[in-house]
């Protein structure tokens, strides 16, 4: 890769193309987007050439590149950790969603982001490999995604309550009452309980569990308006007996969610 990041006439009106469109993502429909005069083949050509050149750096997408524009203190990539994410969506549409601990991070309840970052899909989607290779990635069913942060799809603030519930063994959860109150403070019983009455008797059980131990009393009573969750025992983290008990929702908090 040069250094100089130089460009040659024929390259030129395609960088200064992605430029102005503040390109963050590059496939050949760009660079023909950007050039419909030339052939599919040299197109192809023009990304490797930018490639080469230092303008454009694989993502380990197929045919997707990053942009790197001509502001960037020399050709190296940006700090947006969901470029791999975005190239996937792009190709895929529905593919999955920013879930968890990472959506709380986006949505700002969070102060601190997980790493590796999470995504949430569901058991009948492939999981591409680049996916795989730069995120966390959980299945689960139902994974509803209906809100958009920054061009990402992400749950919703009661569709997260229900999720972090649902996926709370897989989640780092310990020291996370600070933002789960934030969460619970941002939607109502309602859209909460709503969220939930289609979750198994363990995620209800754990979403009541939360929201009593944040302080959320309405929230808590709306789940256990849904029915009882049954006699459990319930847990938060690993299967084991010895995490503070709640008789109420048949939980150990083994993950210690709200355990100081």
Known sequence: METGRSIPGWLASIVQEFELNAQALVTVEDVLCARPDLSRPVARRALAELVRRGW???????GTYEFIPGAAAGPYPSSDPWLVLRAEIKRRPGLGHVGATSAAWLHGYAQRSPTPHIIVMT????VPRPLV?????LRTTPA?????????PVPTAPELVAEVAQLA??????AAQGWLRRLFADTTPEAVA??????????RARAGY?????????????????GNVGPGPFYTGPRRSDGFFAARW???????VCVA
Not at 123 to 126: F, K, L, R
Not at 133 to 137: R, S
């Open 123 to 126: 058991p009948d989607v492939h």
């Open 169 to 174: 063994p897989r989640l780092a959860l310990d």
């Open 250 to 256: 048949r939980v150990y908090d083994t993950g210690r």
């Open 56 to 62: 454009l750096r694989p993502l380990g997408v197929r």
């Open 210 to 226: 939360i929201a009593d131990a944040c302080g959320a009393a309405a929230h808590a009573a709306a789940i256990a308006a849904l």
């Open 194 to 203: 709503e969220t939930l009455v289609d979750r198994g008797p363990a995620t």
């Open 144 to 152: 509803p995604a209906h809100a958009c942060i920054d061009g990402l």
């Open 133 to 137: 290779a730069a995120y966390q990635v």
